[in-house]
């Protein structure tokens, strides 16, 4: 299982950025796939999770101001991030609970992408 993000970059106070990612491999199904992030030299946050019926949970920081959503057929994940600020500026991970045949139907295991650089300065 790999999963491939996409998206970041330098963006402006006040702009916006779409993050992608994608779930590629012997995949059964995909329960959680959510967004984390960390800035140097701090421990790793989660920004927003959604659940495969759709549910969602957002950071105190991201509520607002980011959206998460995801293609189940394309197994997919996406975070728009509006209104950005400097203090967004981290790598972000998109991250899936994956059912793979190795484990079974119905275990699922979490799995990382290897991040994305997202940068918010003038």
């Known amino acids: 299982v790999q999963l491939q993000a996409s998206g970041g970059g330098l963006v402006q106070p006040g702009g916006s950025l779409r993050l992608g990612c994608v779930v590629s491999?012997?995949?059964?199904?995909?329960?959680?796939m959510g967004w984390w992030r960390r800035v140097e030299d701090e421990q790793r946050e989660l920004v927003a999770v959604i659940q495969s019926g759709g549910s969602v949970e957002y950071a105190d920081a991201a509520k607002g101001r980011f959206t998460i959503s995801r293609d189940n057929a394309q197994n997919s994940v996406y975070l728009q991030m509006d209104r950005l600020e400097p203090e967004d500026t981290a790598i972000y991970y998109c991250?899936?609970?994956?059912?793979?045949?190795?484990?079974?139907?119905?275990?699922?295991?979490?799995?990382w992408g290897p991040g994305t650089l997202v940068t918010v300065s003038s």
């Open positions: 991250t899936a609970g994956v059912s793979t045949p190795h484990v079974g139907a119905g275990f699922f295991v979490d799995y």
């Open positions: 491999g012997s995949i059964l199904g995909i329960n959680h």
